[in-house]
């Protein structure tokens, strides 16, 4: 019962809570990336923002947050959507 109500109102959770929300879909991953740098910059430490984009960000997004210094504290692939969770 509790898993159909799950799939009815398509509920994700995900293992740490996002202070803040970012998506990219339908932009470019360079520019979605601009815009998480500028939030993440602007937020105390302790904060998560979470990252949606296309499949090109496997790639895109770990090598951003190896060259800025940030964590990827969890991945969900869903489709051709990928979830990234990412602090400082």
């Not at 932009?27 to 430490?45: A, F, K, V, W, Y």
């Not at 800025?68 to 969770?85: P, S, V």
């Amino acid at each position: 019962m509790l898993h159909d109500k799950i799939e009815e109102f398509r509920i994700r959770c995900f293992s740490v809570y996002p202070d803040h929300e970012i998506s990219g879909i339908g932009g470019e991953c360079p520019e979605t990336l601009s815009n998480l740098d500028e939030l993440m910059q602007s937020t105390p430490d302790d904060e998560t923002a979470p990252a949606t984009n296309n499949s090109v960000a496997d790639k895109d997004v770990p090598k951003w947050a190896s060259i800025q210094g940030r964590k990827i504290l969890e991945t969900r692939r869903e489709g051709n959507l990928i979830h990234f969770i990412l602090g400082k």
